[in-house]
């Protein structure tokens, strides 16, 4: 197994990613997991070469705006739902993934489950990780204040601004080591601060959450929802009404863990995590 970075360009937008290969032949469908805001495929380092290890090839890209990806200015990419769904069909269909697991978290892991909506025959099954899944999940005070007029120009230049949301939101110390390659992008030019902005003010949360709460109400292939329970912003009860409100879901909980749990409890995760998507055979 090898964790290594590529980069692809998709109807003119460089999509950065980092990929795991198992070694040998493999009958289980690939994984593709999705970071949420202000992190970057980073976040899943602990993941990727844990599902390589028992056969799983697994990639994670950064979202168009975030970490090493292109950063367009807003008149070229409208950091809306739609944008990120047709840039990510895009890039799906670039890598050639015919049909795959996908594992999301975070606020933009619900632009992940919606682009699941819009093409159910593409996923097998689907995890998710603190992720807005519920008409009730609003966009924290932390993460809002961001996208306020004036004031969310000077936050978004900030890098100091990726170590308190981390930091925050996981409710745990990151090392340095790893804070220095979240904050690289917005050491290296103001890009990523202005996408950063702009999906803040265009993320339309709300009919995000009405379209992911009445939908998935006809889906049919397994879930599993792991759930941090000490996250700041996105309470248990969340997943607990979304669990029970769709078939074939598996609700597993979380202790001592927050919003990002892929950053501190990636072994806990792959308890669960690892076993689900083995399930996942190729047809």
Known sequence: MSLTEHKITVNSLEWFYREASPIGRTDLLPVVLLHGIVSQSYSWRHILPALANQGTRAIAPDWIGYGFSATPEKRDFAYTPEAFITALEGFIKALELERF????QGFLGSVGLQYALRNPEK????????TPISTTA???WKIKQMGLPLA?????????????TLEGGSRYRIEDKDLDVYRRPYLKSSAPGRSLLATIRNLQLDSAMTEIASSFQQWQQPILVQWGMIDPWLPVEIAENF???VSNAELVKLNNVGHYPQEHYHETILEDLLPFVRRAESK
């Open 101 to 104: 697991s996908l594992v999301v």
């Open 123 to 130: 996923i097998a099954n689907l995890a998710i990780l603190n």
């Open 138 to 140: 609003k966009l924290p």
């Open 152 to 164: 969310g120009e000077m936050m978004t230049q900030d890098p100091l601004l990726v170590d308190r």
């Open 243 to 245: 669990t029970n409100s």
